[in-house]
Antibody, heavy 120, light 110 residues
């Protein structure tokens, strides 16, 4: 059974750096073809893909946010970490992590999401 | 602005069929068979309903089907049920391991 869960601060101030952790179970990020990605959704708005990391440490970022994002993995802890610098109120959103196998390029399993509010 | 274009709303009566479109470009939907569809109920995480244009994950009813023609993909929900009322998002691979989402369609069961 695959599960994912996001954790991190619920409130950050403008200009601060956001660090979110995705802790998963039911699969290994050291297995060929496995990927974990981050997707966000501002309140009442659409989904937006942010970043993706594969089992071989290949990393992909949304072109529009690439300069602000870093994604890393800790295979031994079954965790993926996303950092986003220079947070702004427009970054207020629910942040999801998801299991994204390379073979289908689709988010097959999702975490419950964590709401991050950017406000002073 | 979303990478893929969806109608903001769609509706149908119980038992009817409804089709939701997702229009991209020759660089995403038109070039790859990696179109997926997600269902999202209010306050819940999205759920994968269709992947690789036409495939259904285990447990998704066969009332949900996907197709593609040129730069436009479609999700058809037949035999509408009350629980199908939700937001639906399409997504497509866009090269260089990038993904794009549509703006979402709110499906109302009348």
């Amino acid at each position: 059974q695959i599960t994912l869960k996001e954790s991190g601060p619920t409130l950050v101030k403008p200009t601060q750096t956001l660090t979110l952790t995705c802790t998963f179970s039911g699969f290994s990020l050291s297995s060929s073809g496995v990927g974990v990605g981050w997707i966000r959704q501002p309140p009442g708005k659409a989904l937006e893909w942010l970043a993706l990391i594969y089992w071989d440490d290949d990393k992909r970022y949304s072109p529009s946010l690439k300069s602000r994002l870093t994604i890393t993995k800790d295979t031994s802890k079954n965790q993926v970490v996303l950092t986003m610098t220079n947070m702004d109120p427009v970054d207020t959103a629910t942040y999801y992590c998801a299991h994204i196998p390379l073979v289908v390029v689709a988010a097959t399993y999702w975490g419950q999401g964590t709401l991050v509010t950017v406000s002073s | 602005q979303s990478a893929l274009t969806q109608p903001p709303s769609a509706s149908g009566s119980p038992g009817q069929s409804v089709t939701i479109s997702c229009t991209g470009t020759s660089s995403d939907v038109g070039d790859y068979n990696y179109v997926s569809w997600y269902q999202q109920h209010p306050g819940k995480a999205p759920k994968l309903m269709i992947y690789e244009v036409t495939k259904r994950p285990s447990g998704v009813p066969d009332r949900f089907s996907g197709s593609k023609s040129g730069n436009t993909a479609s999700l058809t929900v037949s035999g509408l049920q009350a629980d199908d009322e939700a937001d639906y998002y399409c997504s497509s691979y866009a090269g260089s391991n990038n993904l794009g989402f549509g703006g979402g369609t709110k499906l109302t069961v009348l």
